[in-house]
């Protein structure tokens, strides 16, 4: 639960408030629960507007709150499924399925379940960006309302990432023999090891820390010892800034491909997502959970690895690799992972490879709209495998947004 809501939930136990909702489930003998596929967001600095768009954790987060309450259940009460909930609540708006009419609808269409789990996230105005949780539980037929729990849910590195911030947190140094640190503030770590530790409660104090003066890593002129481009027919599309963010124009139909390169002296793994989906595997997943070496990809020293679509293991080296093909977001790869929202980010992470070199830091290891990225042609592969230590620590993150040209000229604009 965090992060573009709760991703917490994804690498710790959840609260003691969803045990309690629970038991009251099974005390109340209903016989089945229906969560929503998307979290109502209320922005603090504006309580009365509800925002839709919480990046791409968002949808994802409700299939895993699914996950704990079916856990949590033990088989005394059904849960439906989240992709049947995806599929009945994709015609409605974030808006509409606050209305108790839609609700009741909502629940008919999805099994005739008489209670609905609402997830309900607050940002918080701390400068950690965190988020308070509520989960309401409306009975349908007695027009009652439960709210349990809230729990203040920091954010952690990789969840960062996987919402779409840009940083670079360390890098090598000239001949490779040392990682340093260069975008954490190290006033607040302690002890001073702590800017080199690992896992999610290490990561949630490192996020506090990001220096956020300094400039996107793709800007030109920064030093990032990596590149990542996005082409067209061999031809690279140039990269166009707004506040913070990049973005790069592309058109429905177009086959674009992904470019990485390490420009630095050490050799680096990355691992790229199009839309929240991993497009080594074409698996909708959260960056903290990728351990497999193969989901990766090993970028020796001054090498590059062009991503030319969704790429699928097929046998032993072997990989079947899709085409990436823009197309309307309804037929993208991400809706057929349950998510219309999420489309829009094409974020490529770096890590070390093993541990050699990397200061000693506390290791706490756990484990029609819009266009959207689709499937073109099959071709077999031949991918390397790695015989490289697993990747280690978060080097850095960067998004590139995509937007059709219109759309991304609009922006520019607006400056």
Known sequence: ?????????????????????????????????AVLPRPVYIDSSNPKATLSELGPQADYFCDR??????????????VVESSKMQEVCRKYSLAQMQRKSVQKLIAEHAGNAKVLVIPLVTNSTSPTKQFDLKCILVDLERDSEQVYGVEE????????????????????????????NVGLEDTGAS???ALFGTGPRMEQRQYKWIDRSRPHPLIAGSGFPASVEIAVKGIPRPLKASSSNQFVSLEEGEEPVIKVTNLGPKDVYSLVFVDGVNVMGK??????????????????????????????????????????????????????????????MITVLFFTV????????????????????????TRPVELDTSTADAPGLLLSAVTIRYARKSEVDGLISKK
């Open 65 to 78: 709150l699914n996950r704990e309450i079916v856990k949590l259940a033990d088989g005394e009460f059904d």
């Open 153 to 180: 849910l920091p954010i952690a590195l990789s969840d960062a990432a996987y919402m779409g911030e840009s940083w670079e947190l360390r890098r090598w140094n000239a001949d490779g023999s040392t990682l340093v």
């Open 354 to 377: 093993g541990w050699e070199g990397v200061a000693p830091g506390d290791r706490f290891i756990q484990s029609g709209g819009r266009l959207g990225f689709g499937s073109g042609r």
């Open 283 to 344: 698996k909708r997943e959260h960056p903290g959970e990728v351990i497999a070496k193969e989901r990766h990809r090993l970028l020796t020293s001054g090498t590059a690895f062009t991503y030319e679509g969704w790429y699928t293991p097929k046998s032993e080296n072997t990989w079947n690799v899709e085409s990436f093909k823009l197309t309307d977001e309804r037929d993208s790869v991400a809706a057929e992972s349950g998510s219309v929202e999420r489309v829009g």
């Open 1 to 33: 639960m965090n992060s573009t809501l709760l991703t917490v939930l994804l690498l710790t136990s959840p609260g003691q408030f969803l045990e309690d909702l629970v038991d009251d489930v099974v005390d109340e003998r209903y016989e089945a629960v």
């Open 191 to 193: 002890p001073k090891s």
